[in-house]
């Protein structure tokens, strides 16, 4: 196991996750354009957690000289289970109880976390649940990444997730034409998965070299500004946006999303001063990012149940913010932070001393 040395938790990625979930709070309040890529900013911190954990687990068990690999399969899905199952499973219950839901035709996708299937090709969604597609992209990369991670070298793991951010955009350009609705493309891993290879890219350079993320810093931030620039005035054109569906934005739009929150997850984890550590480090900002998990499965069906009985758009917003907010506080405190602590996680610990990327990125918890 090494020697078990704490690695220190980089408190401004509880702020960078709260920023996220505003982003699509945001937008699915108030229709901001562009806040709903919130989601993919998830999908990098998680690309960058995930490989991570990956990477320490399989260095603990190399460093016990562990000849099966079963400790590894247990350790990761135990944390994965234990940390996503039980608010899920209690979603469920509610939304069942405060929506009519179709559950003979519909059950097998929830329960098999093949949410985005549904969507992308049967268009099936109560919409109080529709932002469990991205809940669902993840669990189907883990089912997939951690084999990956296994049985290849950190040198051959960069190889692959740069792959993947080539091929990915070249991928959904040729498949557009096939689809007539935005879902597919938008909900189905094949199609997003470049957005979590930029933050498993992230975790793989960091892991080979420590100080990776000191020496990058500028260009992530530099990065960020040119991708956001460019993305920003694209979208003056209706064809490059995201219900456009059109091959541009889908070939080049989600790129640009990708680019900007890379840029900016190695800019914040570079970052030890400053206004952007300060803002991060908030409080407040960090314990929205703490509770953004619950947050995320509740904020939709409170907005739709709100703007269904408040005509201001303002005023319901307001109102789905402090409500989603309370849930999310509760379940925190006598659902998720009860589990997390009877069984602690070791995330926060490394093999030999050594500073692993997934341990100092603990604090996201997806």
Not at 19 to 26: D, E, G, P, R, S
Request: glycine fraction near 8%; include cysteine.
């Amino acid at each position: 196991m090494g020697t078990g040395q704490s690695v220190r938790r980089v408190l401004q990625l509880d702020g960078l996750r709260g920023i996220a979930i505003l982003m699509v709070f945001l937008y699915h309040s108030f229709g901001i354009p562009l806040l709903w890529s919130g989601v993919d900013l998830f999908f990098v911190m998680s690309g960058y957690l995930i490989t991570g954990i990956l990477l320490r687990l399989k260095d603990q068990g190399a460093a016990a000289d562990v000849v099966s690999s079963t400790g590894y399969w247990r350790a990761f899905y135990f944390q994965r289970a234990r940390r996503i199952l039980p608010p899920y499973f209690l979603f469920l219950v509610m939304v069942e109880l405060f929506f009519q839901v179709p559950w003979s035709h519909l059950w097998y996708w929830y329960a098999l976390f093949g949410a985005n299937i549904a969507v992308a090709m049967k268009g099936e969604a109560l919409l109080a649940m529709l932002p469990l597609w991205s809940l669902a992209v993840e669990e189907q990369f883990y089912l997939v990444w951690p084999f990956v991670v296994r049985i290849a070298s950190s040198r051959m793991l960069k190889t692959v997730a740069i792959s993947i951010i080539v091929a990915t955009p070249v991928l959904r350009a040729v498949c557009t034409p096939l689809f007539h609705s935005r879902w597919p493309i938008y909900t189905l891993p094949f199609f997003r998965v470049d957005t979590l290879a930029w933050g498993a890219l992230i975790a793989v350079s960091e892991y080979q070299t420590p100080a990776w993320i000191s020496l990058h810093r500028p260009l992530g931030g530099m990065s960020a500004i040119a991708a956001g620039s460019i993305l920003a005035a694209l979208s003056s054109f209706h064809s490059f946006r995201l219900t456009a569906n059109s091959m541009p934005f889908n070939a080049l739009g989600y790129s640009l999303i990708g680019i900007v929150f890379g840029g900016i997850l190695i800019y914040v984890l570079g970052s030890q001063a400053g206004f952007v550590h300060w803002l991060l480090t908030r409080r407040a900002l960090r314990y929205l990012g703490k509770i953004s998990y619950t947050f995320y499965l509740y904020h939709f069906g409170v907005i739709v149940l709100l703007q269904q009985n408040i005509h201001s758009r303002g005023l319901s917003g307001i109102l789905a913010f402090l409500i989603t907010s309370a849930i999310a506080s509760v379940s925190w405190a006598f659902l998720e932070r009860p589990i997390l602590s009877r069984w602690p996680r070791n995330d926060a610990q490394g093999s030999g001393g050594r500073p692993h990327p997934g341990a100092r990125a603990a604090g996201l918890g997806n």
